[in-house]
């Protein structure tokens, strides 16, 4: 049995049923699945007999700066990458097989599921082949970007220094020109993951520093291609390139993820090759940002649905107490806890957030997939709503993938809290998908202030739209006309009133940006994002809802709802159907309520936090 329950049925009928990807990736439903049993695979081999262990060993640093990864890193790394699946998104012309992004998500979660820190290392190397691709030249392309999509090399991500934080535009890394596009440069990175470690012989950092005499702040920011060796003149990395690792982080959790601060040119002999013109560091530097921003979110989300896998088979083993239903009586027999109402509530909680998530990021994938193949207004319209949804997948997915975990962890009790359970490990791990890669207060700010600000609100009311036409087409007089179950109409309805209560919210925030409250608004940001996700994973649930009751009634499934759980009982794919149908309905009834409270919370008015004296 595998040590980490994959989702493997949910997982397949997003894909399959809910999205339809084989209709419009190109590849067929035989070949999509191979990949995922290839993925699946791999992790149960591989990476789930490492997790736990490379939490308790974590990395070490020598002294000479060089970095050990715990035991079995280096040996999976190797496996990834002969199985090929390092290379499944960046295109051919760089060595890539250029699969879609969708499937890479799906792959993803399988990875992060079985162990989060192991793919720091591969997500990232990824992500850095794939912004060479499409914004370095041809020969940075051939030089470097074929070894990140063999992941020969890896790649990192050079943002962060010390005091600056989040605050990328009051970088001090300096690059002063050699010729073309070679630069010299000095500076440091703090919080970088993977900058040192033995999976590979060089490490390719991708850096933000200021070209001497160029602008302050983000804007006056250029990137650049640092390798920790370079190349002599037959391209073996063998030229040391003033590149030192000077300290690893000792963290909460993905203890087997090296973070460390890496220090450029301390001797005066460190060079970096310019990505694209001067001063764009920043816009290049978001095309690794944003892919990292929805797998950052899928690891909350990943994590998550790891969880409610434990959690789940706990309940049904653990047994615990006489069932509440006997009132005071106490009984010889004891039941297993996933009896108890209590265990119960939480166990649909996190099958509920953690499914939600992932329709989403799935959805998502899908949308980059469409937006890569269109073209004039279509590929405006794409790229629109996926403004909206990346920090949705971010923040949203991060959040509810942590409080997931957390509420899986109750499920065990105090046995939760004990390592050899595992899932103390997930909500340590999960933790930090709400920090890196800008905090979700940041991805806040950027939805409201940036991706629903900047058009007057037009991609945010377009994807409204869409919830509340979906809601009113399966509720009210429509319903009957619809064929919706009668059992998911008030569902309907509900998800209705909730989409036109983020309008209302919306516009009293847009009024206030009109204003110029810019306080006020920035108040508002997390409770309104967080509203924004609770709606749109209502949305997918019922999508999915209507799917699943539509194949209960092809099956013969019963109407009435103790004669269906009967009928479901002992057969895996009824029950499966009917677990979708009643997931949605916990979600509305029992999760979705949260927008009320939310919603008070969105108030551009209320300044209480900045009038307190703390």
């Not at 600000?453 to 945010?460: E, F, S, T, V, W």
């Amino acid at each position: 049995m595998a040590e980490y329950p994959l989702q493997m049925r949910d997982i397949r009928f997003v894909l399959f049923e809910h999205l339809r990807a084989q209709d419009e990736l190109g590849l067929d439903r035989d070949t999509l699945d191979a990949f995922l049993e290839a993925g699946r695979g791999f992790c149960e081999e591989f990476l789930q007999p490492i997790n736990q262990s490379g939490d308790k060993t974590g990395c070490r640093r020598n002294p000479d700066g060089t970095v050990v990864t715990a035991p079995g890193y280096a040996q999976a790394y190797a496996q990834w990458r002969e199985q090929g699946f390092c290379s499944m998104r960046p295109p051919e012309a760089m060595g890539g097989q250029g699969l879609p992004q969708t499937l890479a998500t799906a792959v993803d979660e399988l990875v992060i599921a079985s162990c989060c820190a192991f793919h720091n290392y591969t997500g990232l190397t990824r992500a850095c082949a794939n912004m060479l691709a499409r914004k370095a030249s041809p020969e940075q392309q051939q030089v470097w970007g074929t070894k990140l999509t063999s992941a020969e090399w890896q790649g990192t991500m050079c943002l962060t220094e010390s005091g600056a934080g989040s605050d990328v535009g009051a970088s001090r890394t300096k690059a002063f020109p050699i010729e073309g596009d070679r630069y010299r440069i000095e500076g440091e990175k703090v919080f970088i993951t993977s900058g040192e470690h033995d999976l590979t012989p060089n490490v390719v950092h991708i850096v933000l520093a200021r070209v001497e005499g160029d602008p302050e702040g983000s804007k006056g920011l250029s990137i650049f291609i640092v390798p920790k060796l370079r190349l002599d003149a037959s391209g073996q990395p063998t030229i040391p390139n003033d590149v030192f690792c000077a300290g690893i982080e000792e963290k909460m959790g993905i203890h087997g993820s090296v973070t460390t601060t890496m220090k450029f040119g301390e001797n005066g002999g460190c060079e970096g090759w310019l990505i694209g013109e001067r001063r764009q560091g920043i816009e290049i530097m978001f095309e690794i940002m944003n892919e990292e921003r929805v797998v950052v979110g899928q690891q909350g989300q990943a994590l998550a649905a790891s969880a409610y896998g434990l959690a789940l088979l706990y309940s049904k083993q653990r047994h615990q107490g006489s069932s509440i239903a006997a009132g005071k009586s106490i009984t010889p027999e004891k039941v297993a806890i996933i009896e108890h109402p209590d265990v119960r509530r939480m166990l649909l909680t996190v099958k509920a957030q953690s499914e939600a998530a992932r329709a989403l990021l799935f959805l998502t994938g899908l949308l980059i997939d469409r937006e890569e193949r269109a073209e004039g207004d279509e590929r405006r319209k794409l790229s629109r709503r996926l403004g909206i949804l990346t920090p949705l997948c971010k923040a949203w997915g991060s959040e509810v993938g942590f409080q997931a975990c957390s509420t899986a962890m109750q499920v065990f009790g105090g046995y939760g809290y004990i390592k050899e359970y595992k899932v103390e490990q997930l909500v340590r791990d999960a933790r930090i998908a709400c920090v890196y890669e800008g905090t979700n207060g940041i991805q806040a700010i950027d939805l409201l202030f940036r991706k629903v600000a900047r058009d007057n609100g037009a991609g945010l009311m377009e994807l409204l739209e869409e919830i509340s036409a979906f809601a009113a087409a399966h509720s009210g007089p429509l319903a009957s006309t619809r064929a919706t179950p009668p059992g998911l109409v008030e569902e309907m309805a509900e998800l209705g009133r909730r989409t036109g209560e983020v309008v209302e919210v919306a516009t009293r925030l847009g009024q206030a940006l009109g204003k110029g409250d810019m306080n006020g608004a920035a108040m508002a940001a997390t409770p309104f994002l967080l509203l924004v996700g609770n709606l749109v994973g209502g949305w997918l649930l019922l999508q999915q809802a209507l799917l699943a009751e539509k194949q209960l009634q092809a099956l013969g499934a019963p109407a009435e709802a103790q004669a269906r759980v009967t009928w479901a009982k002992d057969d895996e794919e009824r029950a499966f159907y009917a677990a979708k149908v009643e997931t949605a309905r916990f979600y509305v009834r029992q999760l979705l309520p949260e927008n009320a409270w939310r919603a008070a919370q969105a108030n551009p008015g209320d300044k209480s936090a900045l009038a307190a004296t703390i």
